[in-house]
């Protein structure tokens, strides 16, 4: 099974923001950027969508023609928990520095740690490619898609940040 993954579009939070699970606003460029990611997909034909229940990905998927994406919460972003829409700089929790430390394992206060959105996606995958699809997408964020590349073993844990998909990017994986 080949399931494509694509990230959501840019949107419209300070730089630096903790907006994980928070259903926040695009760009004002949405249009542009999802024309953008539609071109990309024309004439590809998916046996099943899912999506991210957050508006930043049901949009996108919306916006390229899959009005009936599956929302799945294990799509979700990243929950950050009482850090969420702060600024990085701004949040004055002692665990921020332990989370620094070690966000593999280490939860955001009241949140999750990435090892906890890795369970859930594996959980995901596991569950979709047993299922009698051969092409399917996914609307995602962009620690799904990390999630996804680690599951395919495009990349290792200790180097997935640094492999970030960016706004409206895709990547691919053969499960």
């Not at 990905?57 to 799509?75: K, P, Q, S, T």
């Not at 009482?82 to 921020?96: A, G, N, T």
């Amino acid at each position: 099974m080949n399931i494509t993954f694509i990230r959501h579009t840019s949107v419209n939070v300070p730089r630096g923001t903790c907006y994980g699970q928070t259903d926040v606003p695009l760009n004002a460029s949405f249009p542009e950027e999802a024309a953008a990611v539609s071109a990309r997909l024309d004439g590809r034909s998916f046996d099943k969508v899912y999506t991210s229940p957050l508006s930043r990905c049901v949009r996108l998927a919306e916006w390229c023609g899959f009005l009936d994406a599956e929302r799945d919460v294990r799509l979700l972003e990243l929950n950050f928990g009482e850090w969420e829409m702060k600024r990085f700089d701004d949040i004055s929790d002692p665990r921020l520095q332990l989370w620094y430390d070690d966000f593999l394992h280490v939860r955001a206060t009241g949140g999750e740690s990435f090892e906890d959105q890795r369970t859930r996606v594996f959980a995901f995958l596991d569950e979709v490619r047993i299922l009698p699809y051969n092409q399917v997408a996914v609307f995602a964020h962009g620690g799904v898609l990390l999630c996804a590349g680690l599951y395919a073993g495009l990349v290792r844990e200790e180097e997935a940040f640094h492999s970030l998909t960016p706004y409206g990017g895709m990547i691919e994986i053969e499960v």
